[in-house]
């Protein structure tokens, strides 16, 4: 069982920034496919980025280049530093993780096991 918390969500200008974190329970976190997902109102879940264990990334094409997917080991944690925000990034923002199957941004929230509770993004024009 992995437990994943998230935290790092708020209010911000377009053109702004936030980090988000993901805290995780299990000590074999570095071996698990890592992913962040979005969720605006009235649509549908969308992954935004992910990190394998052996630390290969995917974007979105919709963050490429404003969104930066990492992990820290040592501590557990995952990150999403978000930067130029657009008032299209607000969401609720979800970290996921499993540790079967590729390890991509097109992995359908299916396929994951595990899920944060979720922090809301909010960016105003």
């Known amino acids: 069982q992995v437990q994943l918390v998230e935290s790092g969500g708020g209010s911000v200008q377009a053109g702004g920034s936030l980090r988000l974190s993901c805290a995780a329970s299990r000590y074999t976190y570095s071996t698990y496919c890592m992913g962040w997902f979005r969720q605006a109102p009235g649509k549908e879940r969308e992954g935004v980025a992910t990190?394998?264990?052996?630390?290969?990334?995917t974007y979105a094409d919709s963050v490429k280049g404003r969104f930066t997917i990492s992990r820290d080991n040592a501590k557990n944690t995952l990150y999403l530093q978000m930067n130029g925000l657009k008032p299209e990034d607000t969401a609720i923002y979800y970290c996921?993780?499993?540790?079967?199957?590729?390890?991509?941004?097109?992995?359908?929230?299916?396929?994951?096991?595990?899920w944060g509770q979720g922090t809301q993004v909010t960016v105003s024009s």
């Open positions: 990190i394998d264990s052996d630390g290969s990334i």
């Open positions: 996921a993780a499993d540790r079967v199957g590729m390890c991509w941004v097109g992995r359908g929230e299916d396929e994951y096991v595990y």
